[in-house]
């Protein structure tokens, strides 16, 4: 009889255990649950910050490309006024020299 008993006990306290072990696990499972839920929604939202910055970047660096060909252009241009400008440079001396000749020659004749 005591031995009937005793089995009894025993079944009922690992029958509660299991069912306290049940329950735990299941809480467990449902914040393991709610944590990757919002693990993946912090995921998807970082993901679409991400897209968000690199077409921003990507549109900055065609940006930077356009400007980088301005530059390019007004830095052949400041040659090529560079040069017409000591090319007329030389020839407006060419024409103080005449000037000069003929005013000397004007003088001469005067």
Same mark, same amino acid.
């Given at each position: 009889m005591f031995l009937n008993w005793f089995i009894i006990t025993v079944c009922v306290f690992i029958f509660v255990y299991l069912l306290?072990?049940?329950f735990y696990t299941k809480s467990l499972l449902k914040?393991?649950?709610?944590?990757? =839920?919002? &693990?993946?929604?912090t995921l998807d939202d970082a993901e679409i910050m991400i897209r *968000?910055?690199?077409i921003q970047l990507q549109r900055a660096l065609g940006d930077i490309d356009l400007l980088n060909n301005e530059l390019n252009k007004v830095k052949?241009?400041? =040659?090529? &006024?560079?040069?017409?400008?000591?090319?007329?440079r030389v020839e407006?001396? *060419?024409?103080?020299?005449?000037?000069?000749e003929l005013e000397g020659k004007i003088e001469a004749l005067l």
């Open positions: 306290i072990m049940l914040k393991e649950k709610r944590k990757n =839920k919002i &693990l993946h929604a *968000k910055y690199q052949n241009d400041i =040659k090529t &006024l560079r040069l017409r400008n000591s090319q007329y407006n001396e *060419k024409l103080n020299r005449k000037i000069e």
